[in-house]
């Protein structure tokens, strides 16, 4: 399995920003994709998620109405949208999978990904 985010970069307050992950090589279509930041010096913190077949999503309350994570079957690729960006949200960005069937939803916790991809720096200058 390989995970690729891309997308970051320096963003002024108030922008918006849409992050990829590119993701190849699951054996099956039973997993879920899911959105990590992690600020310096804290720990890698999940915030959304989404079925790779239902296309369910999860949000946490803090990123939820601003964030929007969604995906295309056809590039095999999760993307994550966020409006008004704020300096708090400086970070590098992962995205990371777990496998197995998703009928009850995801959830973006960390020590319960199988696999992580590179992270992409977020940075937003006020």
């Known amino acids: 399995v390989q995970l690729q985010a891309s997308g970051g970069g320096l963003v002024q307050v108030g922008e918006t920003l849409t992050l990829a992950c590119a993701a190849s090589g699951f054996s099956s279509d039973d997993y879920f994709i899911a959105w990590f930041r992690q600020a310096p010096g804290k720990e890698r913190w999940g915030f959304a998620c989404?079925?790779?077949?239902?296309?369910?999503?999860y949000y946490t309350e803090s990123v939820k109405g601003r964030f929007t994570i969604y995906s295309s079957d056809a590039k095999n690729t999760v993307y994550l949208k966020m409006n008004d960006l704020k300096p708090e949200d400086t970070g590098v960005y992962f995205c990371a999978a777990r496998q197995g069937p998703t009928q009850h939803g995801c959830w973006p916790y960390a020590p319960g990904m199988g696999h992580w991809g590179k992270g992409t720096l977020v940075t937003v200058s006020s």
């Open positions: 989404i079925g790779r077949t239902d296309h369910n999503t």
